[in-house]
């Protein structure tokens, strides 16, 4: 992925108002418990599950394709981009001081590397169960608790639980085919979304059937060259954008693509980014995504 932007003097203007002495935690907040309001996350799955709790990060790493991929939930102006997820900016994360740094587990610095800097809480994807979404709404509620905000993640969790109940009303539609569900990575190559994939168990709710019924990985999804979308026959295909419109445009102007039985049959719709590895604020996304796809 492309390394973030940065503009120098807004960054060091952000940094200075950062350190600034004038931000305190929470009032009535207990001891031992960190300050959110300067919480660092390096991977966008904690971002997330921080959002959904009402707290903005100080600081999250690549921004840039932050809002290529996720889009949402939106990141104030004032959050600080320490670089990449792999490698962010170790003197600038010390520098800022989090009170927290948020990781994914297997993805990112190891936690070890971290220690000096601040201490840090990690997060599953997937635990081997190939239950995201489910494994998102225990990883809530750890973080709610390591806040100090439990509340919070009570209420989401119920908005969340109503707001699908709704959902699978609403889109009834849906049940009545098969639904394909890809991004391109390059001019030859799909990401496809299948089994143990966070969309995978909303559509399980959902009662929407998959129709990639291929192999996946640990993530729930399949790197496929573009060839292999022609087994799917009779489907629905939302294509999920992720600012790569000449990419798509160079594709759907090959003859391989235009003999895609989704292309052929007019079933292919084309959707803004949602992200593929979030949590529930995704899995929201995604359903009012699809509500909109074939309005």
């Known amino acids: 992925m492309l390394s973030s932007h940065h503009d120098p003097l807004r960054r060091r203007l952000l940094t200075a108002m950062a350190l600034s002495p004038l931000v305190f935690s929470l009032p009535g907040r207990s001891a031992g418990l960190p300050d959110i309001t300067r919480i660092a ?31 949402e939930p939106k990141l104030a102006d004032s959050v600080i981009d320490v670089g990449q997820r792999t490698e962010p900016n170790l003197e600038l994360l010390q520098q800022l001081n989090p009170s927290l740094i948020l990781l994914s ?16 809480m990690e997060f599953s ?27 919070r993640a009570v209420a ?11 959902a699978r009303n609403r889109l009834q539609s849906y049940t009545q085919q098969p639904l394909l569900l890809f991004s391109l990575l390059d001019t030859r190559h799909a990401l496809v979304i299948g089994q143990a994939s ?11 059937e998959n129709a990639w019924q291929g192999e ?21 295909a939302i294509y999920l954008d992720h600012g790569n419109q000449g990419m798509m445009d ?24 949602v992200w593929f590895y979030g949590a529930t604020l995704s899995a929201m996304r995604f359903c009012r995504l699809l509500e909109q796809a074939y309005s």
């Not at 587990?105 to 840090?120: M, W």
């Not at 966070?198 to 929407?208: T, W």
């Open 198 to 208: 966070l969309f995978q168990e909303v559509m399980d709710q959902l009662g929407i």
């Open 250 to 273: 160079t594709v759907s102007a090959t003859p391989l693509w235009q003999a895609l039985p989704f292309v052929r049959q007019n079933q292919l719709r084309q959707m803004p980014a």
């Open 41 to 71: 996350a390096l991977e966008w799955l904690p971002v997330e599950l921080l959002i959904a709790l009402g707290v903005m990060p100080l600081a999250v790493a690549d921004i840039h394709n932050y809002k290529l991929w996720v889009e």
């Open 105 to 120: 587990k297997g993805y990112g610095p190891a936690p070890q590397k971290l220690h000096p800097i601040g201490p840090t």
């Open 216 to 236: 996946t990985n640990f993530w729930g999804t399949a790197v496929v060259g573009i060839e292999r979308l022609a087994v799917v026959k009779h489907a629905r």
């Open 156 to 166: 989401h969790l119920q908005q969340f639980d109503a707001f699908l109940q709704d």
């Open 125 to 151: 994807f997937n635990d081997g169960s190939g239950k995201p979404l489910t494994v998102a709404r225990n990883s809530l509620q750890q973080l709610a608790q390591r806040l100090g905000v439990e509340t």
